[in-house]
């Protein structure tokens, strides 16, 4: 049997892993020089210690996709056990690309390689998509889960599900108290002199369970003197999907997405939440391929920001009052690693009068949300949560702020089962308490 051969572009004409749409690309590959400066910032590799189960171990198995080897088992559950936090970009000195190979890889097993997965998986996979990108219909879940809060039955339930299905337990312990829907106006207009004009992402799970958010993060943005258009028809950014390798049904939620802020005539879109801040940014990319949006896509990737990026980029007009506490900051990964973002949120929270941020040992390493991971590797994502909740702990603080709602949910959890009742909230919740000039109890709980 001839062995199939790898052209320059990464694809190749025999039976190996990978078919010839985007595959993880031979020249990034080769960039790896199996240097191990990625180890200890893998979080799958220092739970495990297993080559495979390390970026570079993953790259290998990439080489050998490409080289003719193909789709196994033991590559779908490899990549698997990956969390995308993209720590290892951040760490490798050869400026290896992991996270396009990893997202590459993906695509190809979600085309590929399914059957490596057992039933149970692939049902699980199938649940998460029918709803999590879906507002509308975790908007008709919202009823159900607040009378089942009410109800004080997870008392009963959740013992029980923790011994029949580690997923359904993580599902019922990380779900967020349900409280009111807090609608945000299409358009909200600036305070004194309007100095930009932003459009803000809503999201999905932050739409629905932290509805809090979106409301203070146009507060805000309204203060520093933004204009804020909100298109209340706006869809997913496809980040869950894209990064999950549904490379389909991520980039109709992406050309969905453009076309609402399309003709809205702002300056930045402002995303809250990290790990849809990350694929807006990748649009460009993402779109390359596609003659009717790829210029659309990366005007609209340039114009993407973080809501901390925003708020540093404007100097501060509005009047912060004195918020005395302790916060220790969590640096979301598709923030820190995938957008380069560290700097900004702890300057914004610096210009907040009072307020003493402390740093979380070992903070550059993911907490196990990482998007849909918690649900599909409950195990060892617990076991990054709790060792990031005792880091969290040890600093004294008394309120954990982040960037993030996967996070938010993750950690909260994690200090729950430790018997920490410390509250958490998201960085913008924090300046808005203090914009109002509201106590430090509000935000404490």
Known sequence: MTEAKPDLLGSFDGKGAFDEHHPPARELVDDCVHCGFCLPACPTYSL??????????RIYLMKEGLEGEPMSQSLVQHVDACLG??????????????????????????????EHRTRAQRLLRSAIFALFPRPERLRLVRPFLALYQRSGLSRLVRPVLARVSPTLATMEAIAPPVGPRIPVPALV????????TVGMLLGCVQRE??????AATARVLAAEGCEVVVPPDQGCCGALSVHAGRETEGLDYARA?????????????????????????????LLADDPGYAERAAAFAARTRDISEVLAELEPVATRHPLPMTVAYHDACHLRHA?????????????????????????????GSAGIYNLT???????????????????????????????LLQITDA??????????????????ASLRGARPETLRG
């Open 48 to 57: 495990w210690g297993e080559e495979m189960d390390s970026p570079r171990g």
């Open 85 to 114: 936090c993209m720590a290892c970009v951040t760490a490798c000195p050869s400026g290896v690309q992991y996270d396009k190979l990893v997202e590459a890889t993906r695509q190809q097993v979600e085309r590929r390689g399914a």
């Open 189 to 196: 207009p600036a305070v004194g002199v309007q100095r930009m």
């Open 209 to 214: 369970f932290y509805p809090g958010v979106n």
């Open 257 to 285: 997405l453009i076309d609402t802020f399309e003709g809205a005539g702002v300056e930045r879109i402002v995303a809250n939440s990290a790990g849809c801040g990350s694929t807006m940014k990748d649009y460009a990319d």
């Open 339 to 367: 957008q380069g973002v560290k700097v900004q949120p702890r300057s914004v929270l610096a210009t907040i009068p009072g307020l003493v941020v402390k740093e979380i040992a070992d903070g550059d390493m993911c907490c």
């Open 377 to 407: 590797n409950p195990e060892p994502a617990r076991q990054l949560g709790d060792r990031k909740a005792a880091n969290v702990v040890a600093t004294g603080a008394e309120l954990l702020v982040t960037s993030n709602p996967g996070c």
């Open 415 to 432: 200090l729950r089962r430790q018997g920490r009742e410390m509250r958490s909230a998201h960085m913008v919740l924090v300046l808005d």
